[in-house]
Nanobody
Framework: QVQLVESGGGLVQAGGSLKLSCAASGRTLSRYNLAWFRQAPGKERDIVATIRWSGTNPYYVDSVKGRFSISKDNAKKTFYLQMTDLEPEDTAIYYC?????????????????????WGQGTQVTVSS
């Protein structure tokens, strides 16, 4: 059982930064793959970034590589998406997600149905 609560979204100008947080209650995050997805208006929810339970080999979709960074803090049961050099195309609702079958699964896992628990979503809006 994992409940996820997101925070950190908001309105920023292009070139600005935001740090999203996803706080978990229940089980520890130490053995779960973690991910951030986003859904822009009129589009499906797509992977943005993911990190292995071990903290190794973070994956980023090409459009955010070099600008976004995913990290986790097992002690705080929280993981993060640091977003820098934001672009208007980054405007979307961002969702955090947890895959509880991480240790036995291939990596990276990029599909919505690879994940078992989801945050409520937080809006990120980037103005031009």
């Amino acid at each position: 059982q994992v409940q996820l609560v997101e925070s950190g979204g908001g309105l920023v100008q292009a070139g600005g930064s935001l740090k999203l947080s996803c706080a978990a209650s229940g089980r520890t995050l130490s053995r779960y793959n973690l991910a951030w997805f986003r859904q822009a208006p009129g589009k499906e929810r797509d992977i943005v970034a993911t990190i292995r339970w071990s903290g190794t080999n973070p994956y980023y979709v090409d459009s955010v590589k070099g600008r976004f960074s995913i990290s986790k803090d097992n002690a705080k049961k929280t993981f993060y998406l640091q977003m820098t050099d934001l672009e208007p195309e980054d405007t979307a609702i961002y969702y955090c997600a947890v895959d509880v079958r991480a240790i036995l699964s291939a990596y990276p896992r990029l599909r919505e149905d690879n994940y078992d628990y989801w945050g409520q979503g937080t809006q990120v809006t980037v103005s031009s």
